[in-house]
């Protein structure tokens, strides 16, 4: 099944790895594919190296993209990324892949909405694949078969709190 973590609210990436607990406790072989992301200080990134069956990859640079004008290193490493995961899907490694941020990557022009639609479309039964980030555009939607909005009420980036350790990364 393929599903998908949208919206503007906290807990896309958290609910992502959530899910992967659980696939673990049952011996599933999980990857997640970060993109836009290149901090392998990240918790989830930490906490992987201590787990046989959770392998995380990160496929970018610890600085910003600028939306709808990226540098040529961060479209290298999103579809350097999408080809990773392409052919992780493709190997039966994995019964859970999670693709973190797959939606930003392509919203800010990383990434072609067609080749995500194509990895979808063929991923094969067995493989339970999951797209985060916000903005999934509608033909992603459209062809998912499970996908929740998380909507930000509060956030305490409205009072100037960002960033936390533990808590945002
Ligand atoms: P999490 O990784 O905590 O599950 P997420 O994947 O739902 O969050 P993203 O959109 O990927 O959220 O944002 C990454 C981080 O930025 C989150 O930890 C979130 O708390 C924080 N964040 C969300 N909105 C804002 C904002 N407007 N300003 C600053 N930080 C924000
Ligand atoms: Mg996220």
């Known amino acids: 099944m393929i599903q998908v973590?949208?919206?503007?609210?906290?807990g896309k990436t958290?609910?992502?790895?959530?899910?992967?607990?659980?696939?673990?406790?049952?011996g599933w072989r999980v990857l997640v594919v970060q993109f836009m992301k290149g901090d392998d200080q990240y918790g989830e990134v930490r906490t992987a190296q201590r787990l046989a069956n959770l392998e995380v990859r990160q496929f970018g640079l610890k600085t910003f993209v600028q939306?709808?004008?990226?540098?040529?290193?961060?479209?290298?490493?999103?579809?350097?990324?999408l080809e990773f995961a392409r052919k992780a899907i493709q190997s039966g490694n994995y019964q859970l892949v999670i693709l973190d941020e797959?939606?930003?990557?392509?919203?800010?022009?990383?990434?072609?909405?067609?080749?995500?639609?194509?990895?979808?479309?063929?991923?094969?039964?067995?493989?339970?694949?999951?797209?985060?980030?916000?903005?999934?555009?509608?033909?992603?939607?459209?062809?998912?078969?499970?996908?929740?909005?998380?909507?930000e009420i509060k956030h305490p980036y409205q009072k100037g709190i960002v960033n936390r350790v533990g808590i945002d990364r």
């Open 67 to 81: 939306r709808g004008n990226p540098g040529a290193d961060d479209v290298r490493l999103a579809q350097n990324g």
């Open 102 to 151: 797959l939606n930003c990557a392509v919203d800010y022009g990383l990434v072609a909405l067609t080749e995500v639609i194509r990895l979808v479309q063929e991923c094969p039964a067995g493989v339970e694949l999951v797209i985060t980030g916000r903005n999934a555009k509608p033909e992603l939607i459209e062809l998912a078969d499970l996908v929740s909005e998380v909507r």
């Open 5 to 10: 973590y949208t919206g503007d609210g906290k």
């Open 14 to 26: 958290t609910a992502a790895f959530g899910l992967a607990m659980r696939a673990l406790g049952h």
